[in-house]
């Protein structure tokens, strides 16, 4: 998978950002992301990838989670 400049999975571990958009993810995700407090405005910071295609893990509001990178590319943000 490609990774783009203005979305979650083009970013480097370390790298703050602050969610603009969410792209065409599956309305589940989004609600459990939203039930989690990760919505539009959100600041994230990614901690690190998975080997092998995995999922990334992300941190906000001082939570931990993993999400699919074929969902983080979907995911726009702005670097803060």
């Known amino acids: 998978m490609s990774a783009c400049h203005n979305c979650l999975l ?3 571990p370390g790298i703050s950002a602050e ?3 969410f792209g065409a993810i599956d309305p589940a995700l989004k609600r459990r992301l939203a039930d989690l407090g990760i919505s539009i405005g959100s600041n994230i910071t990614i901690k690190r990838y998975c080997p092998c295609g ?3 893990m992300l941190e906000c509001s001082g939570q931990l989670l993993g999400i699919r ?3 983080a590319a979907e995911i726009k943000v702005a670097v803060s």
């Open 54 to 56: 995995g999922p990334l």
């Open 19 to 21: 969610i603009s958009h």
């Open 10 to 12: 083009g970013l480097k």
């Open 69 to 71: 990178q074929k969902e």
